[in-house]
């Protein structure tokens, strides 16, 4: 018996915002002092370390839920399952449903629930909750079903990401560039395979809470004289990219290991998608710690250049449009052995190993 992903879906918001669209903002430093280089420069430099041209965000009628609904009514046509089977609905997100214009996050009910509303589920063994756990929150939903499957509480799990950071961004912060909007899901179901047949083989999860606790959390307005109530995602980019590089390659070779699986058996990486050259870093670095000084040239399909960071959603959203054909030179075939990566707050990193 294995878990499998019988279906997927993502919602990709129609609202384009392109770099040049940032020419008019007013960046400043942690300090609350302007940042003396030209905007145009600030883009620049921005572009070459992220790889980041444009980013979604979502119409401002839409909510976290309601894309997350969407996302998810698209991997249930695509499995082809009762809805009223699912057993577990998983939803990880970060911040809730924030309306436009607002400054609260709406927790209550869990996102998991309205989305469950949204999808018309009647079934009340159908268990919905949310999962926090920064952008590798996804991949654990994988994993929660995965154990519950093995462990015999279910056999079917819908397991969604949805976020909507364009909401909660300070926009008087460079960093606010990183991040978009979007939502992907999943269905999930414990079957028999066959020998070497599609599923999870293994995994691995990591939580560095000390010092590393507060790399990425919420802080106020870097613009002079901000109300300090109100409060924005704020990121510790160098000291961030210093612990993935420490600890991503370790927990992935760790995954490998448990799975039984060697790094020449890899054919896709789907790394969660925060920085170009961060990811590239990444990997470069797993392939190095199995004495192999350059990574395979198609191993780490890409989307951030006209995603951007949707945290939770980028890995999902990247598997299903490589799944469906719509990322140019990549493709799956039945037996590939992929890997999904991710890292981001708490500080916390995870990763599966699939056949597919």
């Known amino acids: 018996m294995s878990s499998i992903i019988t279906g997927t879906g993502c919602y990709i918001p129609s609202v384009v915002q392109s770099n040049e669209k940032f020419s008019n903002r007013d960046f400043y430093s942690i300090e609350s002092t302007p940042i003396a280089s030209p905007v145009e420069e600030v883009i620049q430099k921005f572009k070459e370390i992220t790889g980041i041209e444009e980013r979604r965000y979502i119409p401002d009628a839409l909510t976290t839920s309601d894309i997350g609904a969407l996302a998810a009514e698209e991997a249930i046509k ?165 612990y993935a590089m420490k600890h991503v390659p370790l927990a992935i070779k760790e995954c490998l290991e448990k799975s039984g699986i060697s790094i020449q058996q890899v054919k896709k990486i789907f790394i969660h998608q925060a920085n170009e050259k961060m990811d590239q870093g990444i990997v470069s670095r797993l392939y190095k710690l199995y004495g192999i000084n350059e990574m395979p040239k198609d191993i780490m399909p890409m989307s951030i250049h006209w995603l951007g960071n949707s945290s939770v959603a980028t890995v999902p959203t990247l598997y299903d449009l490589v799944r469906k054909g719509r990322v140019e030179d990549h493709k799956l075939i039945a037996g590939d052995i992929i890997l999904f990566a991710s890292v981001g707050a708490g500080m916390s990193i995870n990763a599966v190993c699939y056949r597919y």
Not at 179 to 185: I, L, V, Y
Request: charged share 20%; hydrophobic share 40%; with cysteine.
């Open 78 to 242: 695509d499995s082809g399952i009762d809805r009223e089977q699912i057993d577990q609905l998983i939803v990880a997100h970060n911040f809730g449903n924030v309306i436009k214009n607002t400054i609260q996050s709406d927790a209550v009910p869990t996102v998991a629930s309205l989305i469950k509303h949204q999808l018309g589920i009647r079934n009340p063994q159908c268990i919905a909750y949310d999962i926090l756990f920064g952008c590798p929150g996804w991949i654990q939903g994988l994993i929660q079903a995965d154990a519950f499957f093995k462990a015999g509480i279910a056999k079917k799990a819908l397991v969604i990401r949805t976020e909507t950071l364009s909401r909660v961004i300070d926009t008087y912060d460079r960093d606010s560039m990183i991040f978009s909007d979007g939502a992907g899901a999943a269905i999930l179901e414990y079957s028999a395979n066959g020998d070497n047949g599609p599923g999870i083989i293994g995994a691995a999860v990591q939580n560095h809470a000390l010092g590393e606790v507060n790399y990425i959390n919420m802080g106020m307005s870097y613009y002079p004289g901000s109300d300090p109530s109100i409060r924005y995602i704020k990121m510790k980019g160098r000291k961030v990219y210093e």
